[in-house]
């Protein structure tokens, strides 16, 4: 089997996260909680991609292997803390330009 390359980790993490659109695993459904945050989303696969390039470099990544190896690193980035702070972060960044957004046209109609 030939040996792994970036391109098969990126076509990989891509290809996963399209099948997690409709799956039902559990890793699937906190995937689809985040709806279309693109930031976390990013976030998290950034983070999964850093993982899987760390372990390419260490000649640690088996062809037969790579979806199991790229599932794992995505799940992993889902529950590391920092992916939870990040999402609470971004989570109260939003209420927030809601709320000023709601006191501007509030304002506006006064």
Not at 55 to 75: C, F, T
Request: hydrophobic content about 40%; some cysteine; proline content about 2%.
């Amino acid at each position: 089997m030939a040996p792994v390359t970036v391109e098969d980790i990126e076509e990989t993490l891509k290809e996963t996260v399209q099948r997690w659109d409709y799956e039902i695993t559990d890793a699937a459904r906190r995937w689809r909680a985040w709806g279309t945050d693109s930031v976390v989303k990013d976030f998290v696969r950034q983070m999964a991609f850093n993982h899987l390039k760390r372990q390419l470099d260490n000649n640690e990544l088996q062809a037969e292997y790579l979806r199991v190896d790229v599932v794992y690193a995505l799940m992993e980035a889902m529950l590391n803390p920092n992916t939870m702070k990040r999402t609470a972060r971004n989570l109260r960044c939003r209420a927030l330009m809601r709320q000023t957004l709601q006191a501007h046209t509030k304002n506006d109609l006064l």
